[in-house]
């Protein structure tokens, strides 16, 4: 009961961040929410069923061409190209998972990664019709859902807000789940799992198709709701990405990815005021939090205070 | 040009693709073999190398020669240096962790080129090659600069191979890689074994990238390809294997110059990850190494 009062309050929360916002702040907000889903994702295979995935920016790209080829090739509006982006993220995580899920450990981290790379050299092959580096701009007549245009301010804030609770909700009941338990333990005593007569490879290839379905909804979200397609959401950057928010906020608690999308955005924002050496901000979080935090916020926080916390 | 002379060109460049990518990754296959650390931040101690040689011959007046001569015995000793305080700064307390040290090298990646740009700035920069001098073949040209790189990377890959099957301190090394806790326990200081591994590894890429950069430019983004066809060596070569490393080096390297040369760089990139991953996946050993 505590524990969705504390979900539901949060969304109420962010409802009503948009009329206490500015316009440039709740776009901001509605961009770090999509990219939270993405974090979700990540954190159900990494934070719960512990495969540390090096390659999660080729889900977000299948996810985010699913959506937007289709609708830049063949004219499909939103609803579709969403619904398809969803499809492409998951498919691409099972193929990935049936191949790279018969390796553990290091070897799944440097798989993972080097299916991520071919990915993204196989946009810039075909730049002719992925737009390669330079990507695409998706078309106004994608971007309308009901009738509400969702390249306007508050559609797109609304739109964000629905996927992004979407998502914590069933990220929520699905690690309080019997498969959610499952999952935790593949993380915390595989050995022991098939012992007790669980199939550790199935668990894992559903892990990691859930946590695609994730990311492809983030990446089909950001075409949609922002309107650009491009090959730079298929570098390495954005498998980075995922990771350094579930290692901040918490990685294996249902509202980590937020918190670690959010501080990490505000902390950029902040210091762009001072240098504009992000990347040593990214950088230095990592080891930061690899060396003193390696549980994250929330992770401490539960450890330390509140037990109950997912 | 026919058809031969041209196959003979993509070779030599092949071969010197070959000889810098063998010393890199030679260092990547070191780290890995005796510390089990896989090393992100490699290529960026390569592109440190290339950037120090720069600023030596830029600061040294005299000739390109010796000036260039002191980039090669500076730039690798203060890549090491930073490396050791890096390893003991971080590494070692992260207990050597596999999966955690990877994460760490991740974040040592985006410092070490945050830090290349804000210091050293976007340009590419050029280095005057020590010596001016081209064999005059009878269909083209070609510079005796990248011969002497194929031939100090393989003077110094021998020397590593006799360092470490000749000298204590290989035999240290290779004892630390068989069994850390035994090591340990006949008094061997693993900590200052793993922190030296670690110096020599980068110590050898930033050799790499000084031997390069009179060949291509010093940029604050070039250790990115190194690192990636370095990590596709040491895996196909097997994990921790020299002489594998060795091999996979100039099959990678050859067959990189004549597929680029006839083909697309892109395809012949997309060909050699999917190889690695497959190899990874279905030989985990690697195509050349014992089993592991």
Not at chain 1, 102 to 124: D, P
Not at chain 2, 198 to 222: E, K, R, W
Request: a positive charge.
């Amino acid at each position: 009961m505590k524990v969705w009062t504390l979900h539901l309050a949060l969304l109420a929360v962010l409802f009503t961040a948009q009329f206490w916002l500015s316009p440039y702040h709740a776009t901001n907000l509605a961009r770090i929410m999509v990219l939270a889903v993405f974090a979700m994702g990540y954190n159900l295979a990494f934070g719960y069923t512990g495969l540390l995935s090096l390659g999660h920016a080729l889900l977000l790209a299948a996810g985010m061409y699913a959506a937007g080829l289709p609708a830049q090739l063949c004219g499909w509006s939103a609803g579709p190209a969403f619904i398809a982006g969803i499809a492409g993220g998951g498919l691409a995580a099972a193929a990935l998972g049936l191949l790279a899920l018969r390796t553990a450990g290091v070897s799944f981290m440097i798989v993972t990664l080097m299916f991520a790379q071919a990915g993204f050299l196989t946009l810039l092959y075909f730049a002719p019709i992925t737009g390669g580096d330079d990507g695409f701009a998706v078309a106004a007549a994608s971007r309308t859902l009901f009738g509400f245009d969702l390249s306007t301010d508050s559609p797109r804030f609304l739109a964000a807000l629905a996927i992004f609770a979407t998502g914590l909700l069933a990220s929520l009941a699905l690690v309080r789940s019997p498969f959610g338990r499952t999952m935790v333990a593949m993380r915390e005593n595989e050995e022991r799992s098939r012992m007790l007569g669980y199939n550790t490879f199935t668990v894992k290839l559903a892990a990691l198709t859930i946590s695609g379905l994730y990311a492809g909804a983030a990446g089909a979200a950001y075409a949609i709701l922002f309107g650009y397609v491009g090959a730079s959401f298929a570098t390495i950057q954005y498998s980075i990405l995922p990771m350094l928010y579930v290692l901040m906020g918490g990685a294996g608690t249902t509202l980590g990815p937020f918190l670690g999308a959010l501080l990490m955005f505000v902390l950029i924002e902040a210091a762009t005021g001072v240098t504009t050496a992000h990347q040593f901000i990214v950088g230095a979080a990592l080891v930061a939090l690899i060396l003193f935090a390696p549980k994250g916020l929330l992770g401490t926080v539960r450890d330390r205070w509140v037990r109950w916390l997912p | 040009m026919a058809f031969g002379p041209f196959l003979l060109l993509a070779l030599m460049e092949g071969l010197v693709t070959a000889a810098v990518l063998a010393l890199a990754a030679a260092g990547l296959s070191l780290v890995f073999g005796v510390m089990r650390v896989v090393n992100v931040a490699h290529g960026e101690f390569y592109m440190l190398g290339a950037l120090l040689a720069w600023a030596v011959t830029t600061m040294i007046p005299g000739p390109p020669a010796l000036a260039f001569l002191a980039a090669v015995i500076i730039a690798p000793l203060l890549v090491a240096a930073l490396a050791a305080a890096a390893d003991g700064l971080v590494l070692k307390r992260l207990d050597y962790d596999p999966e955690a040290t990877i994460v760490a090298t991740i974040g040592l990646l985006y410092i070490l080129q945050q830090a290349a740009l804000s210091l050293y700035g976007p340009n590419a920069n050029p280095v005057t090659a020590p010596f001016e001098w081209r064999i005059q073949l009878p269909w083209f040209g070609y510079s005796g600069y990248k011969l002497f790189v194929v031939l100090a990377a393989g003077l110094v890959l021998l020397a590593l191979w006799l360092l470490m099957t000749r000298t204590r301190a290989g035999l240290v090394m290779r004892a630390t890689q068989v069994d850390r806790m035994t090591a340990q326990a006949f008094g061997i200081n693993v900590d200052r074994v793993y922190m030296g591994t670690f110096a020599l590894g980068a110590g050898l890429a930033a050799l790499a990238g000084v031997l390069v950069v009179p060949i291509a430019q010093a940029h604050y983004l070039m250790g990115h390809d190194p690192l990636l066809l370095s990590f596709i060596v040491v895996i196909i070569g097997g994990l921790g294997s020299l002489r594998g490393t060795l091999i996979a080096a100039l099959v990678i390297g050859l067959s990189d110059g004549v597929i680029s040369m006839f083909f697309t760089p892109t395809l012949a990139k997309i060909l050699a990850t999917l190889l690695v991953a497959m190899v990874l996946i279905f030989r985990p050993q690697g195509l050349f190494g014992a089993k592991a």
